[in-house]
């Protein structure tokens, strides 16, 4: 995934299951099976769509998303 290129289905199901945050409360990412991710805030279900490279490099410097 390190070169850019897509995550593979068990990659994607793998980013599912890792603990984030969006704009510092707590969020889930979704959507492993479609072409873009979803993260969503737990608590009120706002929500943003990001590439599945950019939720891979995101994920892997602390899961911290910003909208």
């Not at 737990?42 to 994920?59: F, H, M, P």
């Amino acid at each position: 995934m390190s070169d850019g290129s897509m995550p593979s289905l068990a990659d994607r199901q793998a980013l599912c299951a890792v603990p984030v945050t969006l704009d510092g409360a707590p969020a889930r990412v979704t959507g492993y099976r479609q072409p873009f991710a979803r993260v969503a805030r737990l608590g009120d279900g706002l929500s943003a769509e990001w590439s599945w490279q950019t939720v891979a490099r995101i994920v892997a410097r602390g899961g911290r998303f910003k909208t």
